[in-house]
């Protein structure tokens, strides 16, 4: 969610300095979604961009979060659905600004399309990610089944990526499939699930575990009745080596 817009004349919270210090909110006022689809798309990428990168710990990956990519500026600001920052720690940020992550701004964003975007507000957007340094964006309409891509190219601007289905993300190594919704693929091929998905084959794994915990007890009791018919058979008949 990109804001940019005049200050006001009036006293405003992004006038606000605490003891000299400009703030910087943490929060736009905007809801992060309109209804529960587009909220769920957000989450399902989000949450599985953070699977993905989960055992590296310079990729930061945020949802709505708020992205100030110019220092003594509160007011230019986007707050994308999903970003990926290559080259920075995970954490913990009310916002993420770009002057105190050694400059660096996130490569990869997406939006999920909400039926109250515009058309120039969505303009608006790509024209921030193509000033800021943003690297690829992807903009998702799950209510039209729509997927959008941009990738920067050497000339420096991000052009459209002219075939989306079959596109690998460059930088993070997805690959974009269409269906009868938005597919996407972890560089070895697993899909990205949802929660409903991942609550179902933690289940599943759950019952492998059982059942292989009841077998292995099984054959713990086995072999501790062989142990003990063993022993029987040498208090009767002696040792067998005698």
Not at 91 to 100: A, E, I, L, N, P
Request: proline residues 6%; hydrophobic residues 35%; aromatic residues 10%.
């Amino acid at each position: 969610m990109v804001t940019q817009q005049p200050r006001p004349t009036s006293i405003d919270v992004k006038d606000i300095e605490i003891e000299g210090e400009l703030v910087y909110p943490e929060s736009d006022g905007k809801p992060m979604s309109d209804n529960t689809k587009q909220f769920r798309w957000i989450v399902v990428i989000e949450q599985n961009l953070e699977w993905l990168f989960a055992d590296d710990p310079n990729v930061f990956v945020a949802g709505d979060l708020l992205w100030y990519p110019v220092e003594g500026n509160n007011v230019l600001s986007a707050a994308p659905d999903a970003m990926v920052v290559v080259g920075r720690p995970k954490g913990d940020r009310g916002s993420y600004q770009q002057w105190k992550e050694n400059n660096i701004a996130p490569q990869v964003t997406f939006e999920i399309l909400l039926p109250s975007n515009t058309q120039r507000e969505m303009e608006r957007k790509l024209l921030f990610y193509n000033t800021y340094g943003v690297e690829e964006y992807y903009l998702y309409d799950p209510d039209s089944n729509r997927l959008e891509g941009w990738c920067r190219s050497a000339e420096g601007l991000l052009d459209r990526i002219e075939t989306i289905v079959g596109w690998v993300s460059p930088r993070l190594g997805i690959r974009f499939g269409m269906g009868e919704e938005l597919q996407l693929y972890r560089p070895d091929g697993v899909p990205f699930f949802s929660f409903t998905e991942i609550n179902q084959l933690l289940a599943q794994e759950r019952q492998r575990a059982e059942e292989e915990r009841q077998r292995a007890e099984a054959a713990e009791r086995q072999l501790q009745e062989m142990q003990a018919l063993l022993e029987q058979y040498r208090d009767r008949f002696g040792d067998l080596n005698s």
